[in-house]
């Protein structure tokens, strides 16, 4: 889907850049905010594995051949990028990941930020299934999107407390 994309970035975008937009602009239209104000923070166990099969396999066999359209699509910062350019955000923006850790790595850091700068920030995580021969290493079989808003001492919507732990 990615509705918040525009057309000509939805066709090119992969399944994980269309899902972390699906899922944060949920998130935002349920937390009120404006999304072209909200900081963001992203996050993905491996980014677009596909990709990263293809970009590999491109390489070894016919390196000209890379399509600069995919290769861009390859970098773990791409859903933060198409959401910010597709929402007009000029807040601040970061991509996050910690291999198997990366939802948690992705939501201290969005916490941290939401604290530190007293302003709501949008955490959105996402990964897609794997395929082709890094499947193997992967083992991910479906994909998976979550995104929240986070409002330090807020009061409207649904709560969690947080607590860091040595």
Known sequence: AGAVLP?????????GVRLAADVAAQATTMAGVDPARVACVFASTRGEVGITDYVCETLARAPLELSPTRFHNSVLN???GY??????CTAASSAVSAHHRSFAAGLLEA???ACAEDT?????????ASSGPLVE???TTLGFGVALVL????SAGAT???ALCA
Do not use: H, K
Request: net charge neutral; with cysteine.
């Open 83 to 88: 959401w910010t350019i597709a929402t007009g």
């Open 111 to 113: 916490a941290v930020f």
């Open 160 to 162: 969690i407390d947080l």
């Open 7 to 15: 057309a000509s970035e939805r066709r090119r975008a992969p399944d």
């Open 137 to 139: 290493m992967t083992r």
């Open 78 to 80: 791409a859903p933060a």
């Open 151 to 154: 409002v330090p001492n807020g």
């Open 120 to 128: 709501p920030v949008l955490f959105a995580s996402c990964d897609v």
